[in-house]
C-alpha cells in the first residue's frame, strides 16, 4: 500500500512520517535513512535562495540525502538511484517542469511503480501536486511555458486527490484570490485538497487525512 505525505510547506510531520513508513526492512533504528531529493521543479532556478533552503530543511533531518535528478536521465538511471534509498522527497518549484522532467525521463512509470510497492514518498508544493492525477489545476499557479515540450498533465495518479498547496494566501505568488480561483475554475473536474503552508496530506491506506506540518 502506497504511503505518502504531501506538504505545502512545512516540513513537522515529516520526521514521524519518516520514522513510521521508511523501509523498516532496510533501515535499522541506529542508522540514518537516506533520502532520495528529486530537485527538477527548481530546474529553471536551481540557485534560488527558497531552492536551497528546502534541500537544506531536508538535510536538517539528520538523514543522508542524495540528489535524484531526472532532467537528462533515463528510466534505468532513476531506478538505480532508487534502488540505494529508503524514502523518496519531490521538491517544490514549478510543477509543469516537474512533470515535464518525470515524463521525459521516465521516470513516472518507475517512482509510480517504486511508491505502489513500499517506497515512501514525500512532496512539497510542485512535488505534492504532481502525486494526484492531474497537474492541471496548478495552471493558474504556475507557468506551463516552463515545460513547452510537455504533451499532458496527468499525474503520477498515487492518489485521487489534487493538494492545492498554499491556501492560506500567506506565501506572496499565491495570494488568496488566486487561491479561490483556482479552486472555483478546477473544483467540479477534480477533487482538490486546500492546504495551508503547516498543513500535509497524509496517506497510508485508501483513504487520506489532513495533518499538521508546522
Do not use: Q
Request: charged content about 20%; some cysteine.
Amino acid at each position: 500500500m502506497p504511503s505518502l505525505l504531501l506538504l505545502s510547506l512545512g516540513h513537522g510531520a515529516v520526521p514521524a512520517f519518516l520514522a513510521d513508513h521508511a523501509r523498516p526492512d532496510r533501515a535499522p533504528a541506529d542508522r540514518p535513512l537516506t533520502i532520495g531529493y528529486v530537485p527538477d521543479a527548481a530546474r529553471a532556478d536551481a540557485a534560488a535562495p527558497w531552492a536551497v533552503a528546502e534541500r537544506d530543511r531536508v538535510a536538517a533531518l539528520g538523514h543522508a540525502v542524495v540528489d535524484v535528478r531526472l532532467t537528462g536521465a533515463t528510466a534505468p538511471d532513476v531506478a538505480r538511484a532508487l534502488d540505494g534509498v529508503d524514502a523518496l522527497y519531490v521538491a517544490g518549484g514549478n510543477t509543469f517542469a516537474l512533470l515535464d522532467a518525470l515524463r521525459s525521463s521516465g521516470a513516472d512509470a518507475v517512482v509510480t511503480e517504486r511508491v505502489r510497492a513500499g517506497l515512501p514518498y514525500v512532496g512539497s508544493s510542485a512535488g505534492s501536486i504532481v502525486a494526484g492525477p492531474s497537474a492541471e489545476p496548478a495552471t493558474l499557479m504556475d507557468d506551463p511555458a516552463e515545460a513547452p515540450g510537455l504533451t499532458d498533465r496527468r499525474g503520477l495518479g498515487l492518489t485521487d486527490a489534487v493538494v492545492v498547496p498554499h491556501a492560506d494566501g500567506k506565501l506572496p505568488p499565491y495570494p488568496l484570490e488566486l487561491i479561490g480561483r483556482t479552486l472555483d475554475r478546477y473544483g467540479s473536474d477534480h477533487e482538490l485538497v486546500p492546504l495551508c503552508d503547516d498543513e500535509a496530506l497524509l496517506i497510508t491506506g485508501p483513504g487520506w487525512k489532513v495533518v499538521a506540518s508546522a
